[in-house]
């Protein structure tokens, strides 16, 4: 929601007249009749969000044989975007991006995806966290306005593996279990140090947030505890939780965010999707101080914002994230290539081809394939502005270039999950990038990514 001050800059003024009613009404209805409301308007809205997917994407579960994430969850195959009437990949591949936009061929899938309620936004989490947290903590991380729309099976392992920097020779250390404050003491007692226990602890500690709080003015049904860093972040990968981002206004023009995972957090130098933030200190601060609260200042003094003191909160957190590590990769070798002898013939041509041909490794360079920059793929080329339930599909500027070791156990893909698959992915960027691959390119291109 946009903060009542930003109206007359963003809304026409018969349209800020309006929404200032509607704020107005909303502060005076009581929390009863609030619930009753938006759960009358909840189905209609779940609806359209599953015609839209439903239009987008084949959403079948259809795994790839032999090929699973590290605990052995089945990896998704094959691309699921569906494609204009008419045409095929290859058509499209071998058109100019004037001549997609102007034909208004771009495949609906690789718009901007809306947040499950575009127009509502904030944090929604998949059914498995919010059953086991419930489970073990008896904290209720459901909203009674709105659901979590992607299927299970297109999303990561829960839970997920942990795996160590320092003590690699332990493999996983979540014990197939979802950290929570119930466990990690007991789980990490003998593996961290006392200030690396001490953040752990931070990170699964709920706090007041927008969505999740003590307030009349929040989405769950009774007084909430708040959320923690890992409910987004399950044992310090991702669920594929979800959020709109709490800086960029009008709320038509906001992201939905796909949780990244926080595997390899000790090789990153840029944090946030769009913000650049230096360090995951900055990070850490930014979120309980601003995005926890959508970016509006008044509603986190109200809702109970929890500042975090730098010295001896946040560096705390900090360092533990610091030691959350890839999982094990065994056809690479130690230049984070792939070793002949591990290899098939398919992804070693796959290899081939992202290092070259496809253009991939311009930004995703080994050992850990990010160059920790941002780069902008001007994606609004292809297509002209629309609406898609509550977002405007137009320019997302410069993103941040994400690590791709361990990929495919953090689908869906994108910085909006548009993407479902790797298969999408090559497709998309084939397409952006103009590498004119072909069928046995692209499927090779997959098999390599898969090994990472």
């Known amino acids: 929601m946009n903060h009542p001050f930003c109206i007359p800059r963003f809304v026409p003024a018969c349209a800020a007249a309006l929404l200032a009613g509607s704020l107005l009404a909303a502060a005076e209805e009581d929390f009863d009749s609030l619930v009753k409301r938006l759960q009358q308007e909840k189905a209609s809205f779940a609806e359209r969000q599953q015609k839209l997917l439903n239009e987008r994407y084949d959403l079948a579960d259809r795994p790839a044989k032999e090929v699973t994430m ?17 045409t095929t990949w290859d058509k499209l591949a071998a058109m100019s991006p004037e001549i ?201 003094a109200r809702k109970g914002v929890n500042v975090l003191e730098r010295g001896s909160q ?41 290092f070259g041909k496809a253009q991939c490794a311009v930004c995703h360079p080994a050992p850990y394939y990010t160059d920790n920059s941002m780069h902008n793929l001007q994606v609004e080329r292809f297509f002209k502005e629309k609406m898609i339930n509550g977002r405007k599909a137009s320019a997302d500027g410069p993103i941040k270039t994400f690590p791709l070791r361990s990929i495919k156990d953090s689908p869906p893909y994108l910085h909006d999950d548009r993407l479902l698959t790797l298969a999408d992915t090559v497709e998309f960027f084939n397409l952006v990038l103009e590498s004119h691959l072909n069928e046995e390119e692209k499927k090779d291109l997959v098999a390599f990514l898969l090994t990472l």
């Open 70 to 86: 590290a605990r052995g969850k089945p990896v998704q195959a094959g691309v699921r975007v569906k494609l204009p009437e008419g």
């Open 314 to 354: 946040v560096h705390f957190m900090a360092e533990f994230q610091a030691l959350l590590d890839f999982p094990p990769a065994p056809k690479l070798d130690v230049f984070g290539k792939l070793h002949p002898a591990r290899a098939s013939e398919a992804e070693l041509r796959g290899q081939a081809l992202f």
């Open 100 to 300: 997609i936009q102007s034909k208004n061929l771009w495949p609906e899938g690789f718009y901007p995806l809306p947040h499950p309620h575009h127009e509502a936004g904030g944090m929604v989490f998949p059914k498995p966290l919010i059953e086991e947290t419930q489970k073990q903590t008896a904290r209720d991380l459901s909203r009674f306005d709105l659901d979590y729309d992607l299927p299970q099976h297109l999303l990561p392992e829960f839970p997920a593996p942990i795996y160590l920097t320092t003590r690699p020779d332990l493999g996983d250390v979540s014990q197939g279990k979802l950290v929570t404050q119930t466990n990690f003491y007991g789980l990490f007692k003998d593996i961290l140090n006392p200030k690396q226990l001490e953040g752990l602890r931070l990170l699964v500690t709920p706090f007041p947030q927008q969505q999740f709080n003590s307030t009349e003015d929040r989405r769950s049904l009774h007084p909430s505890l708040g959320v923690a860093c890992f409910d987004c972040h399950a044992n310090g990968h991702t669920n594929a939780a979800t959020h709109t981002v709490g800086d960029i206004r009008p709320n038509e023009h906001r992201h939905r965010i796909d949780t990244p995972s926080l595997r390899g957090l000790n090789i990153q130098r840029l944090f946030g999707s769009q913000r650049a933030l230096k360090t995951v200190e900055d990070f850490t601060e930014f979120e309980q101080r601003a995005a926890y609260f959508d970016g509006i200042p008044a509603d986190a």
